[in-house]
């Protein structure tokens, strides 16, 4: 029960844009720039130029990247098994192999293990939308029959504004640039700003999913690789990597996040099958309410 009373200040805040978006019919395009080009950067510089370089690092890039791939592989066998077409393929990808942890895996991060936890999320919060640009939108061109260029996928990275955020922090770090105290605070205002508005984001963004018609095999894939498989593969990667316990624990919290929302957009975009990718998003996110106490249970 006590951790679904973690869980239920999260969903809350969901609600509330959720509830926002139904009735006051907000520009979410709008808000979510803000948040993208302008809050998630200063909170990604505050992390990166805070806590010191480590080996660490190393190790959630290889966790970030290898979770995704093996997800995509499972994916792919599945297809191929089951016979989908190129269009069926790639959205089950979208819907499975990608992990929540902006709007939702950040938050619960810093619920659970407070502000030394919330510091590897942005960590692996920033990495995550490395993948997102390049294995994502690989994919989402993929299934709606584009060919994604080496050229288009390192303009998409440079489209990123957290990276620059992150990059920057590294460097005022490494070159031991000083910030005043009124900067400092400034700062820290803004990032403060960034994981509540991109929760509420969050919301917003299910408020405007529809279910018009369910693809229920395939939906049903995602959601047990999302959900369930994804975090057992996350505890695998944590048998191997050589990180401390309070990190395996974030490695396979996050890893059992929902879909990613971003995949939608990508989806939309390239023609990958979007209600299906949009559905995946909704109701794994609706059952990650069952899901994560269980988890939670496990872990802690």
Known sequence: MAYILTL?????IFLLGFIGQKLLKFDIRSISKMSVYLLSPVLAFQTFYENRLSVDYIYLAIFVVGICLALVLICYVISLLRGYDRQDTYSLMLGASFMNNGNYGTPLVLFVFGAAGFDYAVILLVLQQL????IG??????GGGAVLSPRA??????????????????LFQVLSIPLSGPITEAVHLVADAAIPTVMIVLGMQLANISLNSFEYERLSYALVLKLLISPVIAYLFTLILPVDDMVKQIMILVAAMPTAANTTLYALEFGAKPAYVSSATLIS????????????????
């Open 8 to 12: 239920l200040p999260i969903f809350g």
């Open 131 to 134: 993948v997102m640009v390049t």
């Open 153 to 170: 996928t390192f303009l998409s990275v440079l489209k990123i504004p957290i990276i620059y955020g992150a990059i920057l922090g590294i």
């Open 285 to 300: 996110t609706v059952l990650s309410l069952i899901t994560l106490p269980v988890l939670l249970y496990i872990l802690i």
């Open 137 to 142: 939108v690989f994919i989402a061109a993929k």
